[in-house]
Every structure is written in C-alpha cells, then in structure tokens.
C-alpha cells in the first residue's frame, strides 16, 4: 500500500523472516519482564514511579550530582573529560590511546559508542577497535547497525551469522548457535589479551560515591577491563543516580525490564583504577562524559527522556516497532525512547527525524513499562506539536491537514448539517475517490454504515 | 498531577463523541440506557461536536485547541459530564491540560476534566456500582482499548461485565497489544496500521468468542473496518451494548 | 573548554526550573523494594540462595567428593587455586595428577581449565556470588578458566537481599555480582553459556 512514511514503508518492505524474529524476540522478552516483574515485586509499579521520581530529581539537580561524581572520581584517581560533541569525544578517546602508543580496543558494548561512531573514526586513524559483545561483533563483522537496544541482531538469523563468520575466516559454515558463540569466544579472548585498552559504558553512576555500575551477561565489560592496562568508560551525562542504594532499585528494574532476569549475570562496581597488588586490570581509569545535545534537552519539555536507562523494553512492547524493526528508525536508538531522542540529539538533524514521533498510534504501552515511568506518549505528542508549528515536512507527509475539521467542529450548526448530508456517504464510491487519506483507509478497511445525527434524533423523540 | 476528582453527581451531560454522532448511535443510546437505569438524569448538550483530539494527536494543537474550546463552551452547564469512551476521556483528562499548558485557560480546562467520568470508571468509582443486574449469555474478548491505561476505567469495565450473569470474559494473548487506530495514524501509517490491527483480531479471536468486546468506538471503528474488508465479520460491541443488553433480560426486569 | 561550558549548559537549563517545580528527591527503604521474597534467619539464607544460584544454572557442591570428581575431570592441567583459598582446597586436590598453582600466567590463560577462588560474599535473593578485587589475587583467574569455583567459607558474607550487599560495597575499587555462568541469548534468542567468562559456575561449601 502507498505511504509517505519512511518507517511505514519498512513495515510494508521488511523481509518476512526478520519480521518474525523481531516479533518473536521481542514478544518473548515482554512476557519474561512481566513475569519477573510481577513475581518479583508486589507493587512494580510503584517501584516504577518511584525510580522515574529519582531520576527526574537527578536531571533536574544535575549539575550539583555531576560535581559531585567528577569529584569522587577524581578523588579516587581516575581522570575525567567531558566532550560537548561525538567529534570531542572521538578525540579524547584517541589522545588517550596516542597517549599510550597504543593502538588496539576493545569495546564492550556501549550505545554512546555508537552514537558517536568511535569504530569508525578510530578505524580512520589506523587503529584497531574490536567488540566484544557478541551480537555487536556481528554487527561490526558485517558492517551493519544494531537494530535494538539490547539486542543488537534481533533482526538477523543463525543462518546470516553462518554466513558472515565463514566469510571472515571464523571457520567453515556453521550455523549451530553453539559453534557461533565458542568460534567468537576464541577469536575474541585473543582481541582481550592484545588490546592494550579496554572501552566500556556505564549504566550507573553513582554521584555520592563515584561509583560505576556495568552489567553485562556474556562478561565482555570484565574481559575488556581485566587484561589491560587502561579502562576507558564512555557514558552520556545523564547516566547518574545520587546514592549508592539507589543502585539497587535500578538493578533490579534495569534487569527485569531488559530481559526478565532478576539480575544481569555480570554486575559490576568499580570506582578506582585496579589496586596496587592486583596483578590483572587498568591503572588509569578514565571516565568520557558526552553531552551531545543533552544539556539542551535539560532545558526543555521534552527533559524527562533523559529518565531512560537504556533497558529497551518500549522497543520490545512497541506495535510499530515489532512491525517496522530498529532500522526503521535510522538512528541509534530505535522505538519509543529512539523516536523522542533521536530528533534532538546534536549530531542529528531535526527535520531528518521529524517523522520518527509520528511512527506511533499513541497506545502508551511504552509508557506502563518504562522502568523510569517516561511519558513517552506525551513527549512524542509534543514533538508532533513542535514539528507542526515548525511546518516540518518529514512529519507533515500522510497526515491529512486539520484546519477545515476543526472549523467544522468548532460550529455546531455546520457540524449537523454535515451529519445530516454525510448521509451520502453510504451511496458514494468513497474507496475510488482520489483523496489519499482516503484511499490509505479503504484499501484494507471499510467504513461501517453512516448514522450521522441518528441518536440526537432517537434522544428527543425519546423526550417528547 | 491532578488532585483526586470530586465525587460526581447523578445529574449528567452525555458526551456523546464524534464517532457515536456519526457511525455508532447505538452506543450512546446504549449508554443513555444504562445511566438511566442506576438513577441518572441525562442531557444531551445539542451544541457539542468532538472533543478535539484528532487534530491533537495529528501535532495540530492550535486546531485542537478551537475544538476544545469550544467543547468547553458546549458543557458549561458544571453538570456531571460522562463519556462512553476511554480514549475522549484520556484526551479530556491528558491532552486538554497539556494543550492549554501555556494559556491562562489552564484552569478551566482542568476543572472541567474534573467533572468528566469515563462511563465504566463513573459507574463503579463514581457511583459504586459493584455489581450489575440481568443476564448476557455469552463469552467476550474484552479489548484493552488503549486509552484505558493509567485509569481506573479498563478495571472497572472488567468489574462490572464479569458481575454479569452467564457473562464471561476471556483471557486472551497480548492483551496489551494496540488495534492499530491511533487516529490519522491509521491513514499515515495504513500498512503498519492494518497489520497491528489484523494481529490483534488474530489474538482476540483465537480464544473462540461470540463477541469482541470494547470501550472505545475508535476500537471498534478500526477493527469491524479490517474484518468487514477481509469478508470475516464477527461481532463487535461497546461495554455500553453489553450493559445495555444484560439489562432487557428477564433477570433484570425481575 | 568542554568541561566549563557543559556545566554551564547544564546550570542554565537546571536554574531555569523554578525551585517549586523541582522533584524533590524521595527516600526510600527496604521495604519499599519488597520483593515476593523475604529474608529470614541466616540457615536458611544459604537454602535460599543455593535455589536461586540453581535456578540460574549455577551449580552448588557441599560434598568434597563431588568437588574432586571435577578436579579429576581434567588430568594433568594446571588448577588455579588462589591463595587466599589455597589452605582449603590443596588437600583436597592433592595427588590427582593436577598442577596446582598458585599464580596465574596470562600469557597462557586458556591452560587453565579450572580455578577455585574465594567468594566474597553471596545473596540469597539474587542466587549471587560476590567477588572483591580486594579478595582475589587476579581478576583473570575467575573469568578466563572453563570453570570457576568460588569458596564459600567463614570470610563470605552471606547478605539477604541485593540492596544489602550494595550498601556493603565499600571502599573495594571493582566488585563483581555474578549470578549463573557468562551466557548470551543474541542468537535468535537461543540460550548458550559461556561466552567469554566459565560457562561452569560453581560455589563450593565444605
């Protein structure tokens, strides 16, 4: 069917098998969240709130939390930047290797990361940057971009993976799960024991205590940062939480909300370089903030996407997004949580995105599992807002204008007259009338019967 | 954000919501009924069209906020207004304060929403009706209609359908999943659109209802439109119709 | 430069929110993250952990035998055996064909198929074992072996919930919860274990 819209038509387009493994994916990581959820809390919704509230507090403190971490961090002997743009924080990263002649990463999995397409760019200075994640290895392998917050090859199959491992040397075609992950295994321990940095993200900061919390399940965050000697910590500004205790409320919604486990399988704390008679790990520990446009959300009413920890379960419950998939989105972060940030990043343009918050019925399931309790209906309803008044193109394409409805709407007698000449409506051929609103209706649905003013009448017959 | 809504009064103006105006005069008869039935005086406020969302949603604030405006101006009568639909309600109770966030119209646009009441959430919450009378022999697949969420409304529909006599509700596979509507979404979206609604007329039915149950026409609009094409009608009705219809029975009448 | 006019972007956008309008910050407590489980006296922490540590296919050995059975399962390898446990464990490996060492080479990570250190801590409502910088002689000897062992003795502290055990956190610069064996599920959702850390986790109680 004809549409205007770039994620519709990736609905429209998307090959049958990665549709049925982006809906099966996901369907099956919102069931396990819920079951995790509700056996594990008798109230998870007020935990929801509860975590949404903390981190709002956190945002819109953010200044005094920052300071107060940087301090922390600094006290415990880690060197801390801070990078207003992806181009800032590529080249902190690479003065930070130069500064150590070295010339090998690896990355466990980080969506600052990619956000700020560090592979790319250090690949450009003729280093080396491997991931580690197994789904991101992949991704890097093909050259293609995670299509999921979590899990980055929700949109690829066994058989692909096969595929790509035999092309790159990884061994003969093979497309046992099993093999895929013992092949990556071996080629990666290698990767570990030769990088001479390990880059990670963070998905906590605590600012009381400097603290930084990564999870991971596969142990590719510990692998990257026990055989070298310089950990590099990438994270975006807003990534703190105040307390120490405040760590383990977002655990255990991060983890359930994720996946459905009641705890990643690798969380780890680390607040200082290794200690003196620790044998394996960094010695310098250094901590990159991005801002990348999120100082100026702070501002602004669209601050409380800044809630998000990044868990993926609005992609996983989205209905456009299990249509559609992440590439849809074009960007980063895909789904709900992607549509709202993804147009007000600062590498991105505006109106290139502007579609994005139009991709959504509005059905806020996004919104009752938000671990953080994000409005994140009302945050695309406010860029809708946005769009309009700035006569936004990408945003406009497909949506009938409103004007004259509301014209229609706000004149009563005119509204009756209408009713009761729409009568014609049930006698005309609407589905061959040339007005693509129209058409984009009847070409797979009908309109029932019209009764136009039928119940004003039935009521004062009623009455007299 | 709102402080909890004063108890309602009896004395009510029935919004009756574009879509009954136009295609579903039977809900709101339905609904009239209903209301009458635990006591209710009912007006039809004549000057009254939509309540504005379509352009809402669409990013076309300004448009909205003529309608709504002039919906404000429709209901001034401080009457007790109850809506046969979840998702007017969600637009009067969320939309209207955030449409009005920077206008001096604030307040009255959050006092009027005080005085609405979704028709499930006004019966069981408003008036404390627990259980309802009469008899509906039937098994129903009630959709979450989506605007619900975040209210009291969905839980009081499944109250009071499942108090029913010979009623029952179905548990039935991503209840939480959308129809697809979403307003000018279905026509800038169709195909994302129809396959969300196609999947889940999949899930509601599969459990073998006689009917599909509703509380929202928007719902309804959406779902018969996919079914009457694809020639695999089935039955819908609004909790208004379910209401209604338990009530001609003898056991009500009894 | 970035640094000032970060912070500056951040006070802007902070002050421009009225001191009214502004979250306060919410306390809470324990019993506010009230989990379907609730901690009771301290035998039965260890019941509650070793079916959770179970559920997410940790494996759980109370029986020396059983322990030396897997020992046996790779002769003539090199165990590790830190230090800190080694008291405990050389007896029991003694004489079984093992080169039992008490540094870890990194040049040869992958010689070593399995190593015993000592858990920190454990908890019960996660099915947690904790491992400290402070109390591991090197971080790659409880990641790269097939098989990790983790001692539970008298030094482990044996907390009840998850918030506990953040709240004793410390001043220990790398601290590690790891509940069940390295696994990934990034294929087609299919779960494999093992994928760079032990694909065997094992808390050994004796």
Known sequence: MKTYQPIDAFARDAEPEVKAS?????????????????????????????????????????????????????????KVHFASTPEDANQTILGIMQSINASRMIKSKSM??????????????????????????????????????????????????????????????????????????????????????GLTGANFLSAESGRVAIVTNEGNARFSISANRTHIVLLGIEKLVPRDKDLALYLNLLARSATGQQLTVYTQFLNAPKSADQPDGPEQLHVVFLDNGRS?????????????????????????????????????????????????????????????????????????????????????????????????????????????????????TLWKTTLATGKAMNHLPIDKMPIPPIQAWTHSRELPEFRGGKFRKWFKQRKS | MNAPKPKPSKEVDLMITCLCDTFYDQVAASTVKVLEHVGCTVQVPEAQTCCGQPAFNAGDWKAARKVIQHTLKAFSSER??????????????????????????????????????????????????????????????????????????????????????????????????????????????????????????EKLTAVKPNYIGATDMACMLHMGGIASKEETPFKVMHIAQILDQALQTKEAIA | MSRSNIFQSIQQATQSIPAEAKTPLPDWKPGDLQSAFT??????LWEVFKDRFIAVNGKVIEDTSEFQDILQSEPGSKLYVDPLVFQSIQPLAEGMNLEICQTFDVDHVDDYPISVTLAAGIIAETGTVIIKENQTSSRLSALAPWTHITLVDKRTTVYATLLDAISDLADDPYVVFITGPSKTADVEGILIEGVHGPGEQICLRI
């Open chain 1, 22 to 78: 982006v809906y099966s994916t996901s369907k099956a990581k919102y069931d396990k969240r819920l079951a995790s959820l509700s056996t594990g809390f008798t109230a998870p919704d007020d935990l929801r709130k509860l975590a949404g509230q903390i981190k709002q507090h956190t945002i819109e403190h953010l200044d005094q939390y920052l300071e107060q971490a940087v301090t922390n961090l600094e006290n415990n002997g880690a």
């Open chain 1, 112 to 197: 600052v990361s990619e956000e700020i397409h560090l592979n790319a760019f250090l690949e450009k200075h003729g280093l080396e940057s491997v991931e580690s994640d197994l789904g991101e290895f992949i991704v890097q392998l093909d050259d293609d971009m995670p299509s999921h917050i979590v899990t980055p090859i929700i949109h690829k199959n066994r058989r692909q993976i096969a595929t790509t491992f035999e092309k790159h040397g990884l061994g003969d075609y093979n497309d046992d799960p099993e093999t895929i992950t013992r092949r990556a295994r071996k080629y990666l321990r290698e990767k570990y024991l030769e990088a001479e940095v």
């Open chain 1, 296 to 412: 100026e959300i702070l501002g602004g009413e669209f601050k409380s996407i800044l809630r998000c920890i990044r868990c993926g379960a609005c992609l996983n419950v989205c209905p456009v997004y299990r249509q559609s998939s992440g590439h849809a989105y074009r960007a980063v972060y895909p789904g709900p949580v992607g549509a709202v940030l993804s147009p007000l990043l600062k590498s991105n343009s505006y109106p290139d995105f502007a579609d994005l918050p139009k991709a959504s019925s509005l059905c806020g399931a996004c919104n009752e599992v938000c671990p953080v309790d994000i409005p994140l209906p009302e945050l695309l309803l406010r860029h809708r807002n946005k769009s309009k008044i700035e006569h936004q193109k990408k945003a406009a394409a497909g949506t009938p204008p409103l004007g004259a409805w509301a014209e229609l709407c706000s004149h009563p």
């Open chain 2, 80 to 201: 007790t207004v109850v809506i046969p639909s979840g998702s007017c309600n969600h637009m009067v109770q969320h939309g209207y304060p955030l449409a009005f966030e920077e206008s001096d119209d604030l307040e009255d646009v959050i006092s009027f929403a005080k005085r609405c009441w979704e028709l499930a959430d006004y019966l069981v919450n408003g008036l404390g009706v627990k259980k309802w009378p009469g008899k509906f022999d039937g098994k129903i697949s009630l959709h979450r209609s989506c605007h619900t969420r975040g209210s009291d409304s969905y839980a009081s529909a499944v109250q009071l359908l499942s108090s029913i006599e010979g009623l029952e509700l179905l548990e039935f596979d991503e209840s939480e999943q959308c129809c697809g509507f979403g307003g000018t979404f279905s026509v800038a979206y169709p195909n994302t659109s129809t396959s969300m609604g196609k999947l889940k007329i």
């Open chain 3, 39 to 44: 901690p009771q006296d301290q035998a039965d």
